[in-house]
Each structure stands twice: as C-alpha cells, then as structure tokens.
C-alpha cells in the first residue's frame, strides 16, 4: 500500500521506537540501494519534498540522501508491509548512493540485490545520457539519434532482420548477439520519441490482464 500524508498515525512507530526501517529500491531497475531509518518527520519530509529523507541515528536530526554529494533519492512511492511497521520505498537516485562510490550500499548492483533483468534499465539510463548529451563525435547513440526517426527506424529493421536469419541458420551465440543489437537499436528508437521498456512492459501487461 502507498502511504501518504493523512495515512502516518497507521503505522507502527512504536515498535521501532519510533523509527520505522526503510528499505530502498530502485524503482526501475529493482536493485536494493540502502537501507535507513524515518521516523514520523522524516517520512512527512518526504512525502512533502519528493526526495528521501532520513532520520539519522548518529547525528540525531532530519538527514536528506545527497545533500552533501548531489547525489540525492527522487521519490517514487512509498509502500508498508502488512504489519505498517517497515518501509519499501522506490526511488530513482540521481547518483551512486553508497558513499564508497557504488550505486548500491549492497555493491555495484550486479550482484544478489539486483534484479535479473536491471542491466536493461541502467543501458536505458545510459542511452537517455548520451541523447541528452548530444555530443555527435564520441557516441555513436548521439550521432544515431541526430540521423532522424527514418534512420533509427531503418537500423532497428536491419536488425531484426539479422536477428531473424540468425534464428535460422546461425549459432546461439550469433543468434544472442544480434537481439542484442536489435534491443540495443530499439531502446534508443524508444527513448528518441520520449518512451522508454517501461512503456513496453505496461502495454505487455496489459495484454495479459485483457486476456485474463
């Protein structure tokens, strides 16, 4: 269930002696980031503020994810468990989170806190930078994406139909390696026109849901 503001005197802050533990997820890829604490403040502080705020044990006071490094947590949603007495917040973070510099406080987010298919959501985090960027000479996304919707979707054409011949007479290995270039083509197809899989998985779902 999302919490929100009128929701608090729900939850279970006594248990906790008035903390609740909040637990923090990428809110595209699913990679656990971090573990922290809210107490009623903190949580209202985010709820108002759209960006993670903690209550910090050690310093005894309000403490908002990045407001030393920039790298800061933008709220999602915020859900409870079943006993109203923890917190699963998603998140998308504007930068490593862990202060050793990786993106999860758990690593590097490719180990057991990430979820299987997360790569795809950091590639499409990739793919959004270099378009922004816009930067022709060093990325070939850039220069893709400066080419206009004909050629982007010429080269997802090529590429499906790599993918398709491979299907048939080529090994495994060059049938994976030409659906990656083919998903690679799609993402930025997707991203140039302001989509992104998240679109795509909603649409599948829904199909599902329909058929159901």
């Not at 790298?71 to 490593?96: Q, S």
């Not at 982007?152 to 499906?160: H, L, P, Y």
């Given at each position: 269930?999302?919490?929100?503001?009128?929701?608090?005197?729900?939850?279970?802050?006594?248990?906790?002696?008035?903390?609740?533990?909040?637990?923090?997820?990428?809110?595209?890829?699913?990679?656990?980031?971090?573990?922290?604490?809210?107490?009623?403040?903190?949580?209202?502080?985010?709820?108002?503020?759209?960006?993670?705020?903690?209550?910090?044990?050690?310093?005894?006071?309000?403490?908002?994810?990045?407001?030393?490094?920039?790298?800061?947590?933008?709220?999602?949603?915020?859900?409870?468990?079943?006993?109203?007495?923890?917190?699963?917040?998603?998140?998308?973070?504007?930068?490593?989170?862990?202060?050793?510099?990786?993106?999860?406080?758990?690593?590097?987010?490719?180990?057991?806190?990430?979820?299987?298919?997360?790569?795809?959501?950091?590639?499409?985090?990739?793919?959004?930078?270099?378009v922004a960027a816009a930067s022709t000479e060093a990325s070939y996304t850039a220069r893709l994406v400066a080419a206009g919707p004909q050629r982007m979707a010429?080269?997802?054409?090529?590429?499906?139909?790599?993918?398709?011949?491979?299907?048939?007479?080529?090994?495994?290995?060059?049938?994976?390696?030409?659906?990656?270039?083919?998903?690679?083509?799609?993402?930025?197809?997707?991203?140039?026109?302001?989509?992104?899989?998240?679109?795509?998985?909603?649409?599948?779902?829904?199909?599902?849901?329909?058929?159901?």
């Amino acid at each position: 269930m999302t919490s929100a503001p009128n929701d608090l005197a729900g939850l279970d802050f006594d248990k906790g002696g008035g903390l609740l533990p909040a637990v923090v997820q990428h809110a595209r890829t699913g990679v656990v980031l971090m573990l922290g604490y809210m107490n009623a403040e903190a949580l209202r502080a985010t709820l108002e503020r759209r960006r993670v705020v903690f209550w910090s044990r050690s310093r005894s006071r309000l403490w908002e994810k990045g407001e030393t490094s920039g790298n800061h947590l933008a709220l999602v949603e915020i859900h409870t468990d079943c006993d109203r007495d923890t917190l699963l917040v998603l998140a998308e973070p504007a930068g490593p989170v862990c202060h050793l510099g990786t993106l999860s406080c758990f690593g590097d987010g490719s180990g057991p806190a990430a979820a299987p298919l997360a790569f795809l959501a950091q590639l499409e985090s990739i793919v959004e930078s270099r378009v922004a960027a816009a930067s022709t000479e060093a990325s070939y996304t850039a220069r893709l994406v400066a080419a206009g919707p004909q050629r982007m979707a010429q080269k997802v054409g090529e590429e499906g139909l790599e993918v398709a011949l491979a299907a048939v007479c080529e090994t495994d290995e060059k049938l994976v390696g030409e659906s990656a270039d083919l998903v690679f083509h799609l993402l930025v197809l997707l991203r140039a026109r302001g989509l992104g899989l998240a679109d795509v998985v909603a649409e599948l779902a829904r199909r599902h849901t329909a058929r159901d």
